[in-house]
């Protein structure tokens, strides 16, 4: 980069600003004046085209009727295909192997049903202690349907240290009775990026299939999911790609699983010109179209008709540059500013190791949080002691983290946060 090297001014935040080649698209969205927005990894903010898709679909429905279906700006009835295409490029993946459809957990639910069966003593399925819960419920649930008992057939890697997981302790764990592994591609809490490249290729030479949980990573870093060989991956639009809340999701299957049967089949997995045959028997699509259920979720579909196009422009590249370059920021910032108030960095020191957002923690956090919020800055909090901040590329300046960084100053001085209780809010 050519920035000159790191100085903890708020001038040379102007002057990263001045210099970011990215600094156009924050027009784009929805920001408040006054508030700082520093939770794009758990709900990303509108962006002015995803309001307008989302209008244009409206519109659509309001001028046309069941005609929408077919014709309009969007027809709907593709809606779902043509959105895997736009998005297949920020997983490395092409067209065919990905359908934007369901909901993160429901697409895990869709994936196992289709992949999991297990064969003789290959009957368990591998995830880690860090996972997400609605990850680790539907793993349960699954269990549970095939007859097995989650507690000897979920088998969890342990971390060393309640942030990170290592790779050879998750490869230690891939026995022969192991039938599916499922794992995230960044850890929701510490944001570290696993090596999905390494867990696939051993994964494999053990007879193992490999899914993952890209929430926290699509359209904050690249993937390469076709390469690495990965067999299926399952997602939410609504964090990094700002598909709004309750987005509809995304399932990635390989080119060479398609055809599968789907497992929780319905007449949105049929092949399309045979799906108003209303054939008892179903034909399902030959492309990842088949792992749909029912009629998509139009409304929530279509912001991320908009905010596509976005990530099209700024390229996942450039995005991902961006996000490292304020990351590295932000913790000189925490370095520079922070230490004398025991804030420890629960994030991966090593850019390439790292994720879109940070994890801060500090045994106070739950009530820093709290007053974060009261001086306008959002962040989010994870129980019992993180705070997570995401720096996002196409909205957030380098200035505002500057600003935060001297806000959470302020606030350990002032012991401003002192005033709150130390415990979550219901929605954390
Ligand atoms: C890693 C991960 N998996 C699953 C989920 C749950 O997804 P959903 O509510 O979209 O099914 C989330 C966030 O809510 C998540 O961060
Ligand atoms: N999906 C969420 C919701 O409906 C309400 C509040 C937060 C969320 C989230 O997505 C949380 C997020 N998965 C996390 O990483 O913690």
């Not at 309001?62 to 043509?82: C, Q, R, V, Y």
């Not at 961006?322 to 004398?340: C, E, F, G, Q």
């Amino acid at each position: 980069m050519p920035f000159s090297s790191f100085q903890p001014t708020l001038e040379y935040a102007k002057n990263l600003d001045e210099q970011d080649i990215l600094a156009s698209f924050r027009q784009e969205f929805y920001l408040k004046e006054d508030s700082i927005y520093m939770d794009g990894n758990s709900l990303g903010l509108l962006s002015k085209r995803a309001e307008r898709t989302l209008l244009e679909v409206v519109n659509d429905w309001k001028n046309l009727g069941i005609d929408g279906w077919s014709s309009g700006k969007h027809p709907w009835f593709t809606l779902s295909e043509n959105l895997g295409k736009k998005l297949a490029p920020l997983i490395g993946a092409s067209a065919e192997e990905v359908i934007v459809t369901g909901s993160t957990t429901v697409n895990l639910h869709q994936l196992l049903s289709t992949f999991y069966h297990p064969k003789g003593t290959r009957t368990k399925i591998l995830a880690d202690e860090l996972n997400f819960p609605s990850d680790i419920y539907a793993i349960q649930s699954q269990l549970r349907t095939h007859g097995y008992d989650p507690e000897t057939h979920l088998i969890r890697v342990k971390s060393r240290d309640g942030r990170f997981l290592y790779t050879e302790d998750i490869i230690e764990l891939m026995t022969e009775d192991i039938a599916i592994m499922i794992l995230p591609t960044v850890l929701y809490r510490s944001g570290q990026i696993l090596d999905m490249k390494t867990l696939t290729k051993e994964a494999h030479k053990r007879g193992i299939l490999v899914g993952f949980d890209a929430c926290h990573s699509i359209g904050a870093i690249p993937h390469l999911f076709n390469k690495w060989d990965i067999d299926f991956a399952y997602w939410c639009n609504y964090k990094h790609l700002n598909g709004g809340p309750g987005a509809v999701g995304g399932l990635y299957v390989n080119h060479k699983h398609l055809g599968t049967s789907p497992g929780l089949a319905g007449w949105f997995s049929s092949n399309k010109e045979k799906q108003f045959d209303m054939e008892h028997t179903l034909t399902p699509a030959d492309t990842a179209s088949a792992y749909q259920i029912g009629t998509p979720h139009l409304l929530s579909l279509a912001p991320l008709i908009g905010s596509l196009e976005i990530f099209h422009e700024a390229g996942i590249e450039k995005i991902r540059e961006k996000s490292v370059a304020m990351t590295d920021y932000l913790i000189k910032l925490v370095n520079h500013y922070l230490l004398p108030f025991s804030f420890t960095m629960g994030s991966p020191e090593n850019a390439n190791e790292r994720g879109g957002h940070l994890s801060l923690e500090h045994k106070e956090a739950a009530r820093i949080c709290k007053s974060l919020k009261e001086y306008s800055i959002i962040p989010d909090f994870r129980s019992p002691n993180i705070i997570r901040l995401a720096p996002v590329a196409l909205y957030t300046s380098y200035e505002e983290i500057w600003n935060v960084v001297q806000t959470l100053k302020e606030i350990m001085q002032k012991e401003h946060y002192k005033q709150y209780k130390n415990e979550r809010e219901i929605i954390a």
